[in-house]
């Protein structure tokens, strides 16, 4: 079946700092979703993509669809505390009605 | 505020017994899923139902199924827990009439399975 991955499984970063996710696939997807999950909690969406080559970005999140429809990226950029949990990329291939595919998530931690 | 709700945030079980995670949304969303999600493994997605009374297995159904009797409830049954079963199970409701499958999740079951 179709997967996602997403590596490393852990990231450690100072607080301040940027870091970037990356998230890459075997196969075309139509959409691209980015998650977090915050600890004790289920996951949130943070940023949608529809369309290839598609930039978007939510505060200190950005977000690409990259060109070949086979991967996307994510950076958040001056992290805070707040920041950390685990970040979970997904796919879909067409329509509301189709499923998501995730990734095995990134968990992120920040020191202060 | 919209929600989805799991019924118990943690659980203790014992070999062998059924167990009922129920979840409720109040977003009217016609879609509803079950996840299990384990370290390093991520998210897998359990079994779905796209409609009242319709089901459809996941990557992992076996060992699990499920009931859709009213729109906004679903739950997930395991008919004799098994120690491999321990886990966070996750709720997620969506829209049919949404641009993406954007889930709205519930805040998640932890089971313990003895």
């Known amino acids: 079946g179709q997967q996602l991955n997403q590596s490393p499984q852990s990231m450690f970063i100072q607080e301040g700092e940027d870091v970037s996710m990356n998230c890459t696939s075997s196969?075309?997807?139509?959409?691209w979703l980015w998650y977090k999950q915050d600890p004790g909690e289920g996951p949130v969406l943070l940023i949608a993509?529809?369309?290839?080559?598609e930039l978007t970005s939510n505060g200190r999140l950005t977000a690409q669809f990259g060109i070949t429809r086979k991967d996307s990226f994510l950076n958040i950029s001056a992290s805070i505390p707040s920041d950390v949990g685990i970040y979970f990329c997904?796919?879909?291939?067409?329509?509301?009605?189709?499923?998501?595919?995730f990734g095995k998530g990134i968990t992120l931690s920040v020191r202060p | 505020d919209v929600k989805v709700t799991q019924s118990s945030r943690y659980l203790v079980k014992r070999t062998g017994e059924k167990v009922f995670l129920e979840c409720v949304q109040d977003?009217?969303?016609?879609?509803m899923f079950w996840y299990r999600q384990d370290p390093g493994l991520g998210l897998r997605l359990i079994y779905f139902?796209?409609?009242?009374?319709?089901?459809e297995k996941g990557d992992i159904p076996e060992g699990y199924s499920v009931s859709r009797e009213k729109k906004e409830r679903f739950s997930l049954i395991l008919e004799s827990a098994s120690t491999n079963q321990t886990s966070m199970y996750l709720c997620?409701?969506?829209?049919?009439?949404?641009?993406?499958?954007?889930?709205?999740f519930g805040e998640g079951s932890r089971l313990t399975v003895l």
């Open positions: 997620a409701s969506s829209s049919q009439g949404a641009p993406t499958g954007e889930l709205f």
């Open positions: 196969s075309i997807f139509n959409t």
């Open positions: 993509l529809y369309k290839a080559g």
């Open positions: 997904a796919g879909q291939l067409t329509g509301a009605n189709s499923k998501l595919t």
């Open positions: 977003m009217d969303h016609e879609n």
């Open positions: 139902s796209y409609d009242v009374k319709m089901k």
